[in-house]
Each structure stands twice: as structure tokens, then as C-alpha cells.
């Protein structure tokens, strides 16, 4: 009998634990409460206002340059450089290295908010968070992680420095 029962609470604490791990490993998507949510919100809900803010951030030539000073505050000069060099990448694969009037040269998406309209809605849930950098994951539909984004802390305030689409 006792042997029974210390098998029953072993067999307990194991399926407990079990189920706490779920929990723990389940994200939880909100409206932006730190500080580093707040300044990605801001972001995707201008990059969505704003078209010229992907010309900006993918260096079309013949982009309206008038605003680039206002965005480039919302971005590291690593990340302007490997989006423009991933644009100039598709541009020589798809379109022999120059702008086709008509036809699809480079990424065909907003390269910030990973999406081709406008979302409308935002949810984060922030992965890791340092005074240095944060990792967070942002939904539309509190489903799902439909991009990873990583800001890095400056003198300035936070700045994004990598984005991760969900899809290839």
C-alpha cells in the first residue's frame, strides 16, 4: 500500500510538472507594455502608414529620400546594410540587376512588418529583454508568431537590428 502511494505522487509530481512546463513554454501575445514593445509598435504601425519607409529600408534608388533622416532613427546601420544588400541581391537574380517598370525586382513585402498589407493589429511577447538588446516575437492574431524582432539599446533609444519573418 504505501509502496502504491509513493508511486501515485511520483506519477503526480511527474504530470504536474509536465503540464507547468506547457504553460511556461506557451507565448503569450499583448499589446506593447515594455519599453522595447513600445518602440516596435511604433515602428510596424509607422512602417504600415508609411510605404516610403520600405523603399527606405531596402535603398531603392528612386525612393523619396526627403524622409530617410527621420527613419533611419528607428534602425542599426547593420541592418540598413543587409536589407539593401539582400534587395540588390533579388534585384540581380530576378531583374539582371536593374529596376523593370512592371515587373517584380527584390522583395516583394514590407520588409519590416513581414507582411504585404497592412496588419492593423499588434501583439508582442518579448522572448529575452537586457539593458542592452530584447528578442520579441510579434503576432496579429494572438495565435500564432509571425515574425522575431531584435532591437539593440543606443543612446538614442531602442533600435531595430534584425527581423525574422516566419515564412522561408
Known sequence: M??????????LVFFLSICVQNAEAQETYNAASTAAESQLDALLKFADADTDMSDFVLNIPKRQSTKDQQF???FTSSFLARM???ERQLVQRDCGGHYIEGELCGIDYNPITCAQDNLGTYFYHTEKENPYNATISFSYDRERNFAVYTLVKTHTGWKLNNVECAFP
Open 84 to 86: 539593401s544588400y539582400k
Open 72 to 74: 533611419a532613427s528607428y
Open 2 to 11: 504505501f509502496l502504491r502511494d509513493c508511486l501515485n505522487i511520483i506519477v
